[in-house]
Protein backbone atom coordinates (compact mmCIF):
# COMPACT_ATOMS: atom_id res chain seq x y z
CA UNK A 1 0.00 0.00 0.00
CA UNK A 2 0.83 3.60 0.44
CA UNK A 3 0.58 5.97 2.92
CA UNK A 4 -0.57 10.03 3.01
CA UNK A 5 1.90 11.20 5.19
CA UNK A 6 2.32 14.77 7.54
CA UNK A 7 3.57 17.04 3.97
CA UNK A 8 -0.12 16.93 3.34
CA UNK A 9 -1.26 18.36 6.35
CA UNK A 10 -2.58 21.50 5.28
CA UNK A 11 -1.58 21.27 1.91
CA UNK A 12 -4.30 19.26 0.89
CA UNK A 13 -4.20 19.59 -2.81
CA UNK A 14 -6.22 16.20 -4.14
CA UNK A 15 -4.25 16.05 -7.22
CA UNK A 16 -3.86 12.18 -5.40
CA UNK A 17 -7.69 11.72 -5.88
CA UNK A 18 -7.58 12.48 -9.39
CA UNK A 19 -5.46 9.78 -10.59
CA UNK A 20 -6.61 6.78 -8.20
CA UNK A 21 -8.08 4.11 -10.13
CA UNK A 22 -9.82 2.13 -7.19
CA UNK A 23 -10.78 5.60 -5.20
CA UNK A 24 -9.16 4.50 -2.40
CA UNK A 25 -8.44 8.14 -0.44
CA UNK A 26 -10.66 9.25 2.48
CA UNK A 27 -10.93 12.64 3.64
CA UNK A 28 -10.10 15.41 6.65
CA UNK A 29 -10.33 18.60 7.56
CA UNK A 30 -6.69 18.78 7.20
CA UNK A 31 -5.79 15.73 5.14
CA UNK A 32 -6.21 12.47 3.51
CA UNK A 33 -5.61 9.31 4.13
CA UNK A 34 -5.09 6.27 1.94
CA UNK A 35 -7.44 3.02 3.08
CA UNK A 36 -4.75 0.62 3.13
CA UNK A 37 -6.31 -2.58 2.15
CA UNK A 38 -8.41 -0.82 -0.58
CA UNK A 39 -5.10 0.71 -2.11
CA UNK A 40 -4.08 -1.70 -5.32
CA UNK A 41 -0.22 -0.98 -5.11
CA UNK A 42 -0.62 1.02 -8.55
CA UNK A 43 2.18 4.40 -7.41
CA UNK A 44 0.36 6.49 -10.03
CA UNK A 45 -0.19 8.73 -7.15
CA UNK A 46 3.06 9.51 -5.90
CA UNK A 47 4.30 11.11 -8.19
CA UNK A 48 1.43 13.55 -8.60
CA UNK A 49 1.59 15.08 -5.11
CA UNK A 50 2.75 18.59 -5.31
CA UNK A 51 3.99 18.15 -1.66
CA UNK A 52 5.10 15.04 -1.74
CA UNK A 53 3.39 13.74 0.94
CA UNK A 54 2.73 10.11 -0.02
CA UNK A 55 4.93 7.21 0.49
CA UNK A 56 4.90 3.16 -0.37
CA UNK A 57 4.90 1.36 3.10
CA UNK A 58 8.38 0.18 2.33
CA UNK A 59 9.44 3.33 3.47
CA UNK A 60 10.99 3.41 6.82
CA UNK A 61 9.23 6.80 7.20
CA UNK A 62 6.05 4.96 6.57
CA UNK A 63 5.01 2.77 9.65
CA UNK A 64 3.20 5.37 12.34
CA UNK A 65 1.66 7.28 9.30
CA UNK A 66 0.07 3.74 7.93
CA UNK A 67 -2.12 3.14 11.11
CA UNK A 68 -2.93 6.88 10.76
CA UNK A 69 -4.07 6.19 7.31
CA UNK A 70 -5.85 2.80 8.55
CA UNK A 71 -7.18 4.42 11.57
CA UNK A 72 -8.86 7.49 9.63
CA UNK A 73 -9.76 5.92 6.28
CA UNK A 74 -12.39 4.07 8.36
CA UNK A 75 -13.71 7.06 10.56
CA UNK A 76 -13.46 9.71 7.21
CA UNK A 77 -15.61 9.99 3.98
CA UNK A 78 -14.69 8.54 0.75
CA UNK A 79 -13.44 11.52 -1.88
CA UNK A 80 -13.95 10.98 -4.95
CA UNK A 81 -12.77 13.76 -6.79
CA UNK A 82 -10.60 17.13 -6.34
CA UNK A 83 -12.04 20.18 -5.52
CA UNK A 84 -9.69 23.72 -4.73
CA UNK A 85 -6.66 23.28 -2.38
CA UNK A 86 -7.13 25.64 0.85
CA UNK A 87 -5.84 29.18 -0.24
CA UNK A 88 -3.21 29.03 2.09
CA UNK A 89 -2.10 25.40 0.89
CA UNK A 90 1.41 26.67 -0.60
CA UNK A 91 2.06 28.48 2.54
CA UNK A 92 2.10 25.36 4.10
CA UNK A 93 4.32 22.94 1.34
CA UNK A 94 7.01 21.74 2.81
CA UNK A 95 6.94 22.92 6.50
CA UNK A 96 8.20 20.64 8.66
CA UNK A 97 6.31 19.26 11.94
CA UNK A 98 3.26 20.00 11.16
CA UNK A 99 1.50 17.56 13.10
CA UNK A 100 0.55 19.71 15.45
CA UNK A 101 -1.89 20.90 13.04
CA UNK A 102 -3.49 18.06 12.57
CA UNK A 103 -6.38 18.44 14.31
CA UNK A 104 -6.44 22.36 14.13
FE1 LIG B 1 -4.70 4.78 -5.37
FE2 LIG B 1 -2.67 3.61 -6.65
FE3 LIG B 1 -2.19 5.59 -4.95
FE4 LIG B 1 -2.98 3.23 -4.04
S1 LIG B 1 -1.05 3.67 -5.07
S2 LIG B 1 -3.75 5.22 -3.39
S3 LIG B 1 -4.38 2.57 -5.66
S4 LIG B 1 -3.33 5.75 -6.89
FE1 LIG C 1 -2.42 15.56 0.14
FE2 LIG C 1 -0.80 15.47 -1.89
FE3 LIG C 1 -3.13 14.37 -2.12
S1 LIG C 1 -1.09 17.18 -0.53
S2 LIG C 1 -4.40 15.62 -0.81
S3 LIG C 1 -1.54 13.75 -0.72
S4 LIG C 1 -2.05 15.49 -3.70
Not at 11 to 40: R, S, W
Not at 75 to 97: L, M, Y
Request: proline share 8%; hydrophobic share 30%; with cysteine.
Amino acid sequence: TYVVTEACIRCKYMDCVEVCPVDCFYEGENMLVIHPDECIDCGVCEPECPAEAIIPDSDGQAEKWLQLNRDYSTQWPNITRKFDAPEDADSFKGVPDKFTQFFS
